[in-house]
């Protein structure tokens, strides 16, 4: 039975709006550009018409976005199969290579530009891309590769990282990006899972000042070809010569129902599971949460701090080039040389939208940087849940009160967000909006729709980016999203929302801890942790307690020494109850690259337990620190 745990008061944020859009904002926004065009008097009745018609909504979007089908589908949705299982654009022909390179192979619009660690930089026009992902894709079918086939991309956020890409989707091959930090375990559990015959990969990079090796990491891994960029080893293909041999290809005519690319999730709950995405909806979704979620235009320079791994890689790199505007890379370490590096990538490339972690910021803050971001129009994050110190950080000093912060919170499975604040979403501290055309309410343990309360975040409707299945395991598709409440997906977080369309998040179900009879999520220990002077930020995970069922440890980093005011807070806060047992400071949190804090392995290798796979850690180290403080602790 699913049971919604305790959330005091201490989690509340201001429900003030301490951010008011600009009218010369709001009238040159794209979301009222869409307004007009769905010929509605207000943006409220935007979100209200998408989401009482969402079929409507979804039909009239495309030709707002300005994508292009080689031929009209001939019906929006249907549902033969069960709601679960609904098709959309049905009929139609459409190729994401398309629509985001090959229609612009006249344009002399920069593309790309990149950095490296090193300060080498590039830039890379529409016309110079589409002849070199035609190329390749002419390449790869030389190769063999047929549509349908998986192809792996392990690699950085370099350009060819995206040529391979694109490549891969022109010819109606999946491609598999994987995440740069992985170890060759990692990686093969993925390659046996997809059945991929061929990676893409580099030598190596640059990362703090090292090498990081890639090509050598999985050339071992059976019954795989490498297509290697920079120095390939025996049996390795050339990825330049590839390129180069290969005859210009035109796109594929896919099916909208034809799948472009396959993410992974980061493995988080268990084992890896492969999220299907295809080449209609899933691609309209979110090339829509890009032009309207950050307002990317044409002259926007869009930077997001992510991995081509994880969801906001493809969701950035595909939403800015199908919008005709510039991405741009960087596949090094964000505070290296110094903590400023971001800050530097930004004035000297011309970035005007920037998506970071809150991790990030919270990062940034303890280390005394209080330098205002110059040209970003808007932020972005997402990740994790705001705490609200973090956020007014971000707004007051970095933005400098002037800069918006979009919030979006969705998924690899719905490769896009259920969630977002907008430039034009007047904003309360720490913030979401309801996405646009999602359908998104709050349930409680009954099913029920509930406001002010915490609850389980869901969809009422099956909506075009979610995923078509579980790559080989079509009873896992069911049971994960459609089994807690008939008829609706069950994304799995903790969720409040308000009667205005404002949404709070307090993090994954699935980390709930329960002590003495008592149920509380993580991030209402967390918030109050984090209040705490000297404390950066914090982890609270739930270990077997013979008397309570469970009780709480906490890992925190920032200033040693404040475990007595970290229990002290919690209790006043919170109450005696959840009281922890261990306070423990750490240098730093296991996290992902992207920022999200790993409290299942933190919580496995405290106990001594099989952690899993670590390799998406940014800094696996800290897991053997973590065993023997865990050893000390319980053998005591």
């Known amino acids: 039975m699913l049971n919604v745990p305790i959330f005091s008061s201490s989690m509340d944020t201001s429900r003030e709006i301490v951010y008011n859009p600009p009218m010369e904002i709001i009238e040159k926004s794209n979301l009222e550009s869409l307004r007009k065009y769905m010929g509605l008097k207000s943006i409220k009745d935007l979100y209200d018409f998408a989401d009482q018609h969402i079929s409507e909504f979804y039909d009239r979007l495309p030709q707002h976005l ?92 370099n350009p060819e990282a995206i040529l391979a890409m694109y490549a891969i989707m022109r010819i109606n091959a999946i491609a598999v990006p994987m995440f740069s930090g992985y170890g060759r375990d990692s990686v093969q559990i993925r390659v046996r899972d997809a059945g991929i015959k061929y990676i893409f990969t580099v030598d190596s990079y640059a990362r703090k000042g090292k090498s990081i090796p890639m090509a050598s990491t999985i050339r071992d891994i059976e019954g795989i070809t490498l297509i290697t960029h920079g120095s390939p080893g025996n049996g390795d293909i050339n990825f330049s010569s590839l390129m180069e041999d290969g005859n210009y290809t035109e796109s594929a005519r896919s099916s909208s129902e034809d799948p472009a690319i396959m993410l992974y999730t980061s493995g988080t709950t268990g084992k890896p599971k492969g999220t299907v995405h295809v080449h209609g909806g899933s691609f309209i979704n979110l090339v829509k949460e890009v032009h309207y979620y950050v307002d990317f235009k044409k002259d926007d320079t869009i930077f997001w701090i992510t991995d081509l791994g994880w969801m906001m890689g493809p969701w950035e790199i595909m939403g800015a080039n199908a919008l005709g505007g510039t991405l741009f890379l960087y596949s090094g370490a964000v505070d290296f040389p110094n903590d400023e590096r971001v800050w530097d990538m930004i004035e000297r490339n011309g ?35 705001w705490d609200p110190e973090a956020w007014l950080y971000l707004f007051n ?151 309570k069922g469970e009780t709480i440890v906490i890992f925190y980093t920032g200033l040693a020494g404040n475990d007595i005011g970290i229990r002290k807070e919690i209790e006043k806060s919170i109450g005696k109850s959840f009281t922890p047992k261990y306070v423990i400071h750490v240098e730093t949190l296991p996290k992902t690259k992207n920022g999200k804090i790993m409290r299942r392995i933190i919580k496995s290798a405290f106990l001594g337990e099989n952690p899993g796979d670590i390799t998406g850690l940014e800094d696996p180290s800290i897991i053997n620190k973590i065993e023997q403080i865990g050893k000390s602790l319980i053998k005591n």
């Open 66 to 157: 300005g994508i292009e089908f080689f031929e009209k589908y001939k019906k929006i949705s249907e549902s033969l199969n069960g709601k679960e299982h609904t098709k959309w654009y049905i009929g139609g022909k459409i190729n994401i290579a398309y629509n985001c390179v090959e229609r612009y192979k006249e344009s002399k619009a920069v593309a790309i530009r990149w950095e490296d660690e090193s300060g080498t930089s590039g830039s890379m026009t529409y016309a110079e891309m589409d002849r070199k992902v035609g190329k390749l894709s002419g390449g790869l079918v030389k190769l063999g590769i047929k549509p349908g086939d998986r192809v792996g991309i392990y690699m950085p956020m």
């Open 351 to 385: 970035i005007t939208i920037l998506g970071l972690s809150p991790t990030f910021v919270r990062t940034m803050k303890a280390h005394g940087i209080s330098r205002p971001f110059k040209g970003i129009r808007a932020f972005g994050s997402t990740g994790e849940p």
């Open 397 to 547: 000093v970095l933005g400098e009160k002037k800069v918006p912060i979009c919030n979006v919170s969705g998924g690899t499975d719905i490769i896009g967000c259920f969630l977002a604040s907008t430039p034009v979403t007047p904003l309360k501290v720490a913030c979401l909006y309801r996405g646009l055309g999602m359908g998104i309410t709050v349930k409680d343990q009954d099913g029920k729709d509930v406001y002010n309360q915490v609850g389980y975040l869901c969809a009422k409707e099956h909506l075009p980016s979610m995923t078509r299945g579980i790559w080989g395991d079509s009873e896992k598709y069911i049971s994960a999203y459609w089994s807690h409440f008939p008829g609706t997906w069950f994304h799995g977080d903790w969720a409040m929302m308000e009667k205005d369309g404002y949404f709070y998040l307090f993090g994954r179900s699935d980390d709930v801890i329960k002590t003495a009879g008592k149920r509380i999520g993580p991030a209402e220990i967390e918030g109050v942790a984090d209040m705490v002077k000297g404390v950066t930020e914090s982890a609270a995970v739930g270990i077997p307690d013979p008397v």
